[in-house]
């Protein structure tokens, strides 16, 4: 799992993604746990204030991106601002064993989890012709 | 011009307090002096602006101090017409284990941040997050309905709404001189 939401200036496709992001006026990254369990990979989010229906995951070329816009339901003039509502967006470079079609995610009180199964890699074997 | 007016209410005086930030002998004049509360208020400014872009406080060095190891979520207050709010981010916090307490003017939000479940065989790649105990202490401005405090909790962003007493805006009072 390697932190991938600074794209790299050679590849164009995450390009794309930072001037997604870009578009609104400035995103978190949301702190995450990461820890392997019972042949899948778990992501843990803390992402406060986001709704299920602005939460957006994609895996795309093997990077996991996590996008998630939050409501803000505030109004009126700030007194006291120690944070902002903004989105957050993050993003995950996986290894090729992650089985993209079965990757589950749940949203309970502000905490996003996402599911990965790993996929066991049947081992090729080569058979050695004798000559 | 009445300075007082430039000054804003400070809603964490209660939490600067129990951190020992106004335990030094503070001289009478420098409480009282109009133009030295204006340089506090500046300072409490400028410390928030600061905060908000993630440095710690230059006022309270409470990430440092803190005996207990409380969490201390972020808070955002704003302030209509009618009533004032207070957006708390907790998440992964229960609804149920949320207390919201008010005691001489103090409104308390504190609880606890479990951990999802504890089992052994998790192989961590990358710890950001943060579990235990929070709290927060706000100090209630005079014009606050402490009565009809109503709080809603969605998200993993609890959300405190206060009323305000209309009419509790003049709190300076004319004397008519005879």
Redesign the interface.
């Known amino acids: 799992m390697v932190e991938k939401t600074i794209p790299s200036v050679q590849e164009s496709k995450e390009m794309t993604a930072q001037d997604k992001t870009r578009s609104d006026n400035f995103y978190y990254y949301p702190p995450v746990d990461i820890f392997e369990h019972n042949n899948e990979l778990v992501v843990i989010a803390d992402v406060p204030g986001v709704d299920k229906e602005n939460t957006n995951i994609k895996v795309e070329d093997n990077i996991l991106t996590v996008d998630a816009k939050t409501c803000d339901a505030s109004e009126g003039e700030s007194i006291c601002r120690e944070f902002a509502w903004g989105n957050f967006h993050r993003q995950f470079e996986l290894s090729d064993k992650i089985d993209e079609n079965k990757i589950s995610a749940e949203l309970k009180n502000g905490v996003l989890t996402i599911h990965l199964p790993i996929v066991e890699k049947a081992t090729k074997l080569i058979n050695v012709k004798t000559v | 011009m009445n300075l007082t007016k430039l000054i804003?209410?400070n809603?964490?005086k209660t939490e600067e307090e129990q951190n020992g930030i106004s335990a030094p002998i503070q001289r009478r004049d420098f409480q009282t002096n109009p133009i030295m509360q204006f340089h506090q208020g500046i300072d409490r400014m400028f410390d928030?602006f600061f905060?908000?872009y993630g440095f710690p406080s230059l006022l309270n060095d409470s990430a440092l101090l803190s005996k207990d190891n409380m969490i201390k979520p972020?808070?955002?207050?704003?302030?209509?017409?009618k009533n004032?709010?207070i957006?708390v981010?907790?998440?992964?916090?229960?609804?149920d284990s949320i207390q919201i307490s008010l005691n001489d003017g103090n409104l308390t939000i504190r609880g606890e941040k479990k951990q999802?479940k504890e089992?052994k065989?998790?192989?961590?790649?990358?710890?950001?997050?943060?579990y235990g105990s929070f709290q927060r202490v706000l100090s209630l401005p005079p014009d606050a309905d402490s009565d009809k405090i109503d709080a809603s909790f969605k998200?993993?962003?609890l959300?405190v709404t206060l009323p305000k007493i209309p009419g509790a805006k003049s709190s300076v009072k004319t004397i008519p001189i005879h």
Request: aromatic letters at 10%.
């Open positions: 804003p209410w809603w964490l928030q905060q908000s972020n808070v955002d207050i704003t302030d209509t017409d004032y709010s957006s981010e907790i998440p992964g916090v229960d609804k999802e089992e065989d998790r192989n961590y790649h990358r710890i950001e997050r943060s998200n993993g962003v959300i």
